[in-house]
């Protein structure tokens, strides 16, 4: 696929970040589980956040592709980073579309620039994969709104000033019943769990917030009533472009990682990338890894050409997921002792991949939409 010079400015920026600011720090914020909040200011100031956000709205009005090449190389250096790339890309692209002109200048510019932090906000208890089954509830009193309820697996939630909350406001119109709600998190009535302490991905921080008579004014509705859940469900296209370029960006920096080894590593008096078994593993790794970064760049310019991409966004995510957990693998294997080893690279690597495969939708709800794509327009391309 073509790549135009402004791509290849931008994937070479992120790269360098990602090499002289990211991966230098990488096991240091694993090991802490520490927010890193001098990269961040950095990334905002080098307009790394809000990555799509049009020119006119303050943004940089890059397209879908070069939000995937951003989010590959960042991901390189570390997924967790990554991944606060990823969040303010789905909350800025909410406000670019159904925010009002008030709504946009009160929280894009906060977002982009990394001085307000924002949350993401559907996860309940009964509602992950099912979203139909949120109970947090927001009830008109007066001109304004009074919320209710709680949500778990949120990032950001330890740090984040400003959460995107779905809210039912009809409970009898399922999903036709949903809104969302912008709610400032330092406000009366919101609490949060503790952070929670994940596998891998461990410098994004991840909690529960809960919501008791949080009053909210009128203007705190992000778009139309009743089409919360349709909204949400809208980023998401894009959104698993963006994990699945992070997914790629794990498995590169695992190939590498391997490669690198290979050649350094000894036995039998010869260095271990002399043997046809470690030659085939980081084959299969290479070939994999340069499979779903096309997946990937296909779904980005099936978005990015207005052309129907859901199915392409899922099998993206999806392989691009599974690829992660597997070669990752087939890296610390190269590694042999070594890799299961904290400290080395790829033992972080096969953790930080995981997760991949189950937010955004889990890889078995990406198989689904892909069945359920096939069969309603057919399987040509």
């Given at each position: 696929?073509?790549?135009t010079?402004?791509h290849?400015?931008?994937?070479?920026?992120?790269?360098?970040?990602?090499?002289?600011?990211?991966r230098?720090?990488?096991?240091?914020?694993d090991?802490?589980e520490?927010?890193?909040?001098?990269?961040?200011?950095?990334?905002?100031?080098?307009?790394?956040?809000?990555?799509g956000?049009?020119?006119d709205?303050?943004?940089?009005?890059?397209?879908?592709?070069?939000?995937a090449?951003?989010?590959e190389?960042?991901?390189?250096?570390?997924?967790?980073?990554?991944?606060?790339?990823?969040?303010?890309?789905?909350?800025?692209t909410?406000?670019?579309?159904?925010?009002?002109?008030?709504?946009?200048?009160?929280?894009l510019?906060?977002?982009?620039?990394?001085?307000?932090?924002g949350?993401?906000?559907i996860?309940?208890?009964?509602?992950?994969?099912?979203?139909?089954?949120?109970?947090?509830?927001a009830?008109?009193?007066?001109?304004?709104?009074?919320?209710?309820g709680?949500?778990?697996w949120?990032?950001?939630?330890?740090?984040?000033?400003?959460?995107?909350v779905?809210a039912?406001?009809d409970?009898?119109?399922?999903?036709r019943?949903?809104?969302i709600?912008?709610?400032?998190?330092?406000?009366e009535?919101?609490?949060?769990?503790?952070?929670?302490h994940?596998?891998?991905?461990?410098a994004?921080?991840v909690?529960?917030?809960?919501f008791?008579?949080?009053?909210?004014?009128?203007?705190?509705?992000?778009?139309?009533?009743?089409?919360?859940?349709?909204?949400?469900?809208?980023v998401?296209?894009?959104?698993r472009?963006?994990?699945?370029?992070?997914?790629v960006?794990?498995?590169q920096?695992?190939?590498?990682?391997?490669?690198?080894?290979?050649?350094?590593?000894?036995?039998?008096?010869?260095?271990?990338?002399?043997?046809?078994?470690?030659q085939?593993?980081?084959?299969?790794?290479?070939?994999?890894?340069?499979?779903?970064?096309?997946?990937?760049?296909?779904?980005?310019?099936?978005?990015?050409?207005g052309?129907?991409?859901?199915?392409?966004?899922?099998m993206?995510?999806?392989f691009?997921?599974?690829?992660?957990v597997?070669?990752?693998a087939d890296?610390?294997?190269?590694?042999?002792g070594?890799?299961?080893?904290?400290?080395f690279?790829?033992?972080?690597?096969y953790?930080?991949?995981?997760i991949?495969?189950?937010?955004e939708?889990?890889?078995?709800?990406q198989?689904?939409?892909i069945?359920r794509e096939l069969?309603?327009?057919g399987?040509m391309?």
């Amino acid at each position: 696929m073509f790549l135009t010079e402004t791509h290849q400015q931008a994937r070479e920026m992120a790269r360098q970040f990602a090499e002289d600011v990211i991966r230098p720090v990488a096991e240091e914020l694993d090991r802490d589980e520490r927010f890193p909040r001098e990269i961040y200011d950095q990334m905002g100031e080098l307009g790394l956040f809000g990555i799509g956000v049009p020119e006119d709205m303050g943004g940089p009005g890059f397209d879908t592709m070069t939000y995937a090449l951003v989010m590959e190389e960042l991901s390189r250096g570390y997924a967790s980073v990554a991944d606060q790339c990823g969040l303010v890309e789905l909350l800025s692209t909410l406000l670019v579309k159904h925010g009002t002109d008030t709504q946009r200048k009160q929280w894009l510019s906060a977002l982009m620039t990394a001085r307000l932090r924002g949350a993401y906000c559907i996860t309940e208890t009964e509602a992950g994969t099912d979203v139909s089954g949120i109970r947090t509830a927001a009830k008109r009193d007066g001109d304004g709104w009074v919320l209710n309820g709680g949500k778990i697996w949120i990032h950001n939630a330890p740090v984040a000033d400003v959460g995107f909350v779905l809210a039912r406001t009809d409970p009898d119109a399922g999903h036709r019943g949903m809104s969302i709600f912008v709610v400032d998190l330092h406000a009366e009535g919101v609490s949060r769990g503790p952070k929670e302490h994940k596998m891998g991905q461990r410098a994004s921080q991840v909690g529960a917030l809960n919501f008791d008579d949080v009053r909210l004014p009128a203007e705190a509705l992000l778009g139309q009533e009743g089409r919360g859940f349709h909204m949400m469900m809208s980023v998401l296209d894009k959104g698993r472009v963006g994990i699945g370029a992070l997914a790629v960006g794990i498995g590169q920096a695992g190939l590498e990682a391997a490669v690198d080894y290979a050649q350094q590593r000894k036995q039998f008096k010869k260095p271990i990338s002399e043997f046809q078994g470690v030659q085939w593993l980081l084959a299969d790794i290479a070939k994999d890894v340069e499979a779903a970064r096309l997946l990937v760049w296909n779904a980005a310019e099936k978005i990015d050409t207005g052309a129907d991409a859901t199915k392409y966004c899922s099998m993206a995510k999806c392989f691009a997921g599974d690829m992660a957990v597997a070669r990752t693998a087939d890296a610390v294997q190269v590694f042999g002792g070594s890799g299961y080893i904290r400290g080395f690279e790829v033992e972080r690597l096969y953790r930080d991949a995981k997760i991949t495969q189950i937010y955004e939708g889990t890889n078995q709800i990406q198989r689904m939409i892909i069945a359920r794509e096939l069969f309603a327009k057919g399987a040509m391309a």
